[in-house]
């Protein structure tokens, strides 16, 4: 039944400004405006960096439970549940204590409630950080490592709960904390090797607090090493950032790339696994944030021959990388100028070159160098302008710097990414353009 259609009305300030529905659990945000807490995630995790109601951007992305209006909410539908078609509001769930965290790690002992207890305590340690901190001064973390430990995961003869129990103990290590001593513990081979299979063949949910683990665990050069040589743990990576539809998998995997691509040894295998095709693939598809995140990691595996190899070979990615300057965020054009810049210094080769003016980077760089930019990205692409002068003056075309204003504002509709062209502008500047002046 429609809400206009019940009986007796829902108080609009019981409501979420998003659905619409009778607020189960309600939160505010930074700009003082409340909203029901599942709405507001997916709304932000949809890539949004502002409020919803005021179109404010958000200085600080933190939910704060309003317990008061929950409390009000609460009473309301309690004294109104025999009229309305609406789930009761019930009061938030008790948290956990260390006798409970004992008694569900006694029972995974016993393999008849092992799967169980590791769910249970999964479930309590998602409800709260308050949870999470529970678990860990309880001294939970080793008992863990245990049980996960006594798992035979081996493809031939593993079963449905020997699966269950690892996944529900990869997940509450992802989000209990843990000191640098422990992280060491867990990052064992034994324990990587299953996180690796977690990550691999694991259910959706699973494959996510794989790798929110494996970014938790790469905290220095010795951890990050040793998590990048596990087997299968870069294909993993590779293969969540494929799932574009699921935009929790794919910053999972994006932020475990960006912790453990910081040395050269883990970039080629990224390399190696499929990462670069795969980034390439995703740009076109996901939200701003996103977006920095997948160009950030680009640029990073660019650092290094096998990754500007990589680059060079698919044909699309001079074009979808280009086409991201000034379309996504100041952010995002700076990580953007600094592969095309990498690619055009290291790999030299005239084709390249054509197809960097051929995707309009030309005039977006001219429009870049007059933005409020970094030293070191303005010197990117200063140097940038010196690489591609020569090849534009053998190009007949010119450069339009109104259609690089364009670009700014935010007037795409006409672009072509590949020719660079707005059609409609006809206000041009010869090529070659004069060079910013050098810096003695």
Not at 81 to 103: F, G, H, N, W, Y
Not at 144 to 172: F, K, P, Y
Not at 353 to 378: H, P, R
Request: glycine content about 4%; overall charge positive; charged content about 25%.
């Amino acid at each position: 039944m429609a809400w206009e259609e019940l009986p007796v009305s829902v108080p609009t300030h019981f409501r979420c400004p998003i659905s619409l529905d009778l607020m189960k659990d309600p939160v505010s945000l930074c700009t003082g405006v409340t909203y029901d807490r599942s709405s507001i995630i997916r709304w932000l995790e949809a890539g949004h960096n502002t409020c919803p109601a005021t179109m404010q951007t958000l200085t600080n992305p933190d939910l704060t439970p309003n317990h008061t209006l929950r409390r009000l909410i609460q009473r309301w539908s309690a004294s109104n549940a025999s009229k309305l078609e609406v789930a009761r509001v019930t009061e938030p769930r008790q948290p956990l204590d260390r006798d409970q965290v004992d008694i569900l790690l006694q029972d995974a002992k016993k393999e008849a409630t092992k799967v169980e207890s590791m769910r249970k305590l999964r479930a309590k340690a998602k409800e709260s950080s308050k949870n999470c901190r529970c678990i860990a001064e309880s001294g939970a973390v080793p008992a863990l490592l245990s049980v996960l430990g006594s798992c035979n995961l081996d493809d031939s003869t593993c079963n449905a709960r020997e699966t269950d129990a690892c996944e529900a103990i990869v997940g509450t290590l992802a989000l209990v904390p843990v000191d640098y001593a422990t992280k060491r513990t867990i990052a064992s081979p034994k324990n990587l090797s299953i996180v690796s299979w977690v990550l691999s063949r694991g259910s959706m949910d699973a494959r996510i607090n794989a790798a929110v683990l494996l970014e938790s665990l790469a905290v220095d050069r010795e951890l990050k090493l040793r998590v990048g040589s596990t087997a299968e743990v870069f294909e993993g990576l590779v293969e969540l950032l494929k799932e574009n539809l699921n935009q929790m998998a794919v910053k999972a995997s994006l932020r475990s790339f960006l912790a453990l691509c910081m040395t050269r040894r883990n970039r080629v295998l990224a390399v190696n696994a499929g990462a670069i095709a795969a980034l390439i693939e995703l740009l076109p598809d996901v939200a701003s944030i996103t977006g920095e995140y997948a160009l950030a990691v680009l640029e990073m595996l660019c650092k290094c021959a096998e990754g500007r190899a990589a680059f060079n070979e698919h044909a699309l990615a001079i074009p979808t990388v280009a086409y991201k300057i000034c379309h996504v965020s100041d952010v995002a054009s700076e990580y953007a100028v600094g592969i095309l810049w990498g690619i055009c210094k290291h790999c030299g080769e005239e084709s390249v070159q054509n197809c960097l003016v051929e995707a309009g980077v030309l005039a977006k760089l001219l429009l870049l160098l007059q933005l409020d930019f970094n030293a070191t990205t303005k010197h990117k692409m200063t140097e940038f302008l010196k690489l591609l002068k020569n090849i534009s003056r053998r190009y007949p075309r010119t450069c339009n710097l109104d259609e690089a204003r364009y670009i700014a504002i935010g007037h795409f509709s006409s672009y072509d990414n590949v020719t660079g062209n707005f059609p409609h502008i006809t206000k041009k500047a010869k090529l070659p353009v004069p060079l910013p002046a050098k810096q003695h």
